[in-house]
Structure formats: structure tokens, C-alpha cells
């Protein structure tokens, strides 16, 4: 088991005041136009520039671990992060499907949207951080919690190959049906405010229902997300940096890939295959190391066909239209 991180006290230190500085650009310049609609083209750019940044980073870790621990360590590392930051992003893919449910769900429109997925990611961060440092010290502490994570990670992605076709009844979601039954709601938006003082109560509006049901959502993502990271690597500078890498580029990639959830109907399966893999590798942990390189190729793999296959086979609500519109 590894027992050293490859972070120093000043890549720590750098990388946390980078995250800051990030969230403060993607607040700053993405929100620029204030409640206005994000376009495609801008989210488009966006999204390239955090995989951009997340590719130079790793080039840099590279190379300063290449000058400190050789070559062979620098190689390992490096595919470590870039591994973790594939699996990582595709588990943010699902999460952005989940916030375009629970967006169509309370009918929020397009402008008011941004601010809610702004603190999302910031929540999600906030939470990546607390439970890797979690994890990590379990992990230390604790070696069987590997096969706690794996058997959990091998349910889950089997739950999801099981259940990819299922829609998600909100009505039945307990949190929403506390709040609906303990807290005065507005009946609509109230611009970007989460709750109103009326004739002296606090009336919440749907926005703030929404900003909870994320947050919900994003505990739920972190707890599939951070045991699949602590498959591929132990050091928690590299599961810190990949996850919160994956993270960043989360708002932009939503008005991204908001309008092609049909098109990616395949994807959810591949995630399942995924976690199914990931969890797979943490039980056998002590029999046989799976090499990272394999691990990358398998999971880059699993993606590809996944994203092929969904852009080859329509959907099957798209088959039934169009054999109902012949």
C-alpha cells in the first residue's frame, strides 16, 4: 500500500490557492452577463479550457516528480491522475444529468440557473475535499475499508446496469417531501432569490428546493465517487487534484451537454461497467494489483464504446417516435 503522497506542504498550498483563483474566474467571467442565458459556444470554450488546464497540470506534476523521483514514478503518477480524472469526469457527467433532471423537474429557467450551479460545485468541492482527507486517513488506518469501498462500488455499478432504463420518481424523494411538508413555499421563482419574508415568515422559493436537492445529490456523488479514485491511486494529492479537476469544469460542461442527454442514453451503462471494474480491482487488491496503465486503458475504453455505441443505436424513445410519426 502506498504510504507517502507525492504533495508537498508548497504544491498543497499552490494547488488550494488555484482552486480559489478558479472559482472566482468561473464565477466572475462565466456569471459576467449576470442572469443571462449561458450559450453553447461559450460553454464549449469553457469546457476546453478546464481540460486544457487539467492536461497542463498533469504535464507539469510530471515533470516536477521526473526531477525529484525519476522517471518510472513520474510516468506512474501522471497516468494515476489522468486515469482518476477519466473516471472522475465521467461520474460528473451523470451528476449533470441528475441537475438537468431536477432543472426540467421544477421548471427553472435557463438564466436562473447559473447561480444554482455555481454553489453546486462549490458544495461539491467542499465535500470532495472532506472526504478524501476522510478516506485517506480510513485507508491509513484501516486496509480492509478497501474491500468496503469495492464490494460498495461493485453494487453500485451494478445497480445502475440494472436500473440505467428506470426514471427517477421525485414525488416519491422523502427530502422533497419534507419540505413540501414543513416549509412555506412559494408558488413560483422569485428572480435568483432562495427564500421571501412574507407578512413576517420566511417563504422559501423552488430555487432554494432545487439548491437543496443538489446538494443531496452531490453527497451521493461523492460517496460513489471518492472509493473509484482510491482504486486507481492512495496518494491523496493525486485524488484530491484529479477529483477536484473533474469538478471544476462542471458548470460549463452543463449548458454543454444540457440539450444532449439523448444522445449519450448509452453512457450510463458504460459508468456501471466502470464502478463495476473499479470495484472489482479494490477486492482483488491483495491477490493482484491491476497495472494503472491497464486501468487507464480499460476505462478509456469502456467510454469510447459507450459514447460510439449511444451516437450508432438511437434512443429508445427516439425509435418510438419515429415509428409513431411513419
Given at each position: 500500500?502506498?504510504?507517502?503522497?507525492?504533495?508537498?506542504?508548497?504544491?498543497?498550498a499552490g494547488f488550494a490557492l488555484f482552486?480559489?483563483?478558479?472559482?472566482?474566474?468561473?464565477?466572475?467571467?462565466?456569471?459576467?452577463?449576470?442572469?443571462?442565458?449561458?450559450?453553447?459556444?461559450?460553454?464549449?470554450?469553457w469546457s476546453a479550457l478546464w481540460v486544457?488546464?487539467?492536461?497542463?497540470?498533469?504535464?507539469?506534476?510530471?515533470?516536477?516528480?521526473?526531477?525529484?523521483?525519476?522517471?518510472?514514478?513520474?510516468?506512474?503518477?501522471?497516468?494515476?491522475?489522468?486515469?482518476?480524472?477519466?473516471?472522475?469526469?465521467?461520474?460528473?457527467?451523470?451528476?449533470?444529468?441528475?441537475?438537468?433532471?431536477?432543472?426540467?423537474?421544477?421548471?427553472?429557467?435557463?438564466?436562473?440557473?447559473?447561480?444554482?450551479?455555481?454553489?453546486?460545485?462549490?458544495?461539491?468541492?467542499?465535500?470532495?475535499?472532506?472526504?478524501?482527507?476522510?478516506?485517506?486517513?480510513?485507508?491509513?488506518?484501516?486496509?480492509?475499508?478497501?474491500?468496503?469501498?469495492?464490494?460498495?462500488?461493485?453494487?453500485?455499478?451494478?445497480?445502475?446496469?440494472?436500473?440505467?432504463?428506470?426514471?427517477?420518481?421525485?414525488?416519491?424523494?422523502?427530502?422533497?417531501?419534507?419540505?413540501?411538508?414543513?416549509?412555506?413555499?412559494?408558488?413560483?421563482?422569485?428572480?435568483?432569490?432562495?427564500?421571501?419574508?412574507?407578512?413576517?415568515?420566511?417563504?422559501?422559493?423552488?430555487?432554494?428546493?432545487?439548491?437543496?436537492?443538489?446538494?443531496?445529490?452531490?453527497?451521493?456523488?461523492?460517496?460513489?465517487?471518492?472509493?473509484?479514485?482510491?482504486?486507481?491511486?492512495?496518494?491523496?494529492?493525486?485524488?484530491?487534484?484529479?477529483?477536484?479537476?473533474?469538478?471544476?469544469?462542471?458548470?460549463?460542461?452543463?449548458?454543454?451537454?444540457?440539450?444532449?442527454?439523448?444522445?449519450?442514453?448509452?453512457?450510463?451503462?458504460?459508468?456501471?461497467?466502470?464502478?463495476?471494474?473499479?470495484?472489482?480491482?479494490?477486492?482483488?487488491?491483495?491477490?493482484?494489483?491491476?497495472?494503472?496503465?491497464?486501468?487507464?486503458?480499460?476505462?478509456?475504453?469502456?467510454?469510447?464504446?459507450?459514447?460510439v455505441a449511444s451516437l450508432l443505436l438511437?434512443?429508445?424513445?427516439?425509435?418510438?417516435?419515429?415509428?409513431?410519426?411513419?
Amino acid at each position: 500500500m502506498e504510504s507517502l503522497s507525492i504533495g508537498s506542504a508548497w504544491m498543497w498550498a499552490g494547488f488550494a490557492l488555484f482552486v480559489v483563483i478558479a472559482c472566482a474566474v468561473d464565477l466572475l467571467l462565466l456569471g459576467k452577463n449576470g442572469s443571462a442565458k449561458v450559450s453553447v459556444g461559450q460553454a464549449l470554450r469553457w469546457s476546453a479550457l478546464w481540460v486544457f488546464l487539467a492536461i497542463l497540470f498533469n504535464g507539469l506534476l510530471w515533470w516536477l516528480v521526473d526531477q525529484d523521483a525519476g522517471r518510472a514514478v513520474a510516468n506512474q503518477k501522471a497516468t494515476e491522475f489522468f486515469t482518476g480524472y477519466l473516471i472522475e469526469k465521467s461520474l460528473a457527467v451523470d451528476n449533470i444529468f441528475v441537475f438537468l433532471m431536477l432543472f426540467t423537474y421544477f421548471k427553472v429557467p435557463a438564466e436562473l440557473q447559473k447561480r444554482v450551479l455555481i454553489l453546486g460545485v462549490i458544495g461539491a468541492i467542499v465535500l470532495r475535499a472532506i472526504m478524501i482527507l476522510i478516506g485517506a486517513w480510513l485507508i491509513k488506518e484501516f486496509h480492509w475499508i478497501l474491500y468496503v469501498f469495492g464490494l460498495f462500488l461493485l453494487v453500485t455499478g451494478i445497480k445502475m446496469l440494472v436500473f440505467a432504463d428506470s426514471e427517477s420518481d421525485l414525488e416519491s424523494n422523502p427530502i422533497l417531501k419534507w419540505m413540501r411538508g414543513h416549509l412555506k413555499l412559494t408558488p413560483g421563482f422569485v428572480g435568483e432569490k432562495f427564500w421571501i419574508t412574507d407578512n413576517g415568515v420566511r417563504a422559501y422559493t423552488p430555487l432554494f428546493v432545487v439548491m437543496v436537492l443538489i446538494g443531496i445529490t452531490d453527497v451521493v456523488f461523492a460517496v460513489d465517487s471518492i472509493p473509484a479514485i482510491f482504486a486507481i491511486t492512495e496518494d491523496p494529492f493525486i485524488v484530491m487534484t484529479s477529483n477536484i479537476f473533474a469538478i471544476l469544469g462542471l458548470r460549463a460542461m452543463y449548458f454543454l451537454l444540457a440539450d444532449l442527454k439523448d444522445r449519450f442514453h448509452l453512457l450510463t451503462y458504460g459508468l456501471g461497467v466502470i464502478l463495476v471494474f473499479v470495484g472489482t480491482k479494490m477486492l482483488i487488491v491483495d491477490v493482484y494489483k491491476v497495472p494503472v496503465f491497464w486501468s487507464l486503458g480499460i476505462v478509456a475504453a469502456i467510454l469510447t464504446a459507450s459514447i460510439v455505441a449511444s451516437l450508432l443505436l438511437p434512443a429508445k424513445s427516439a425509435s418510438k417516435e419515429v415509428a409513431q410519426g411513419s
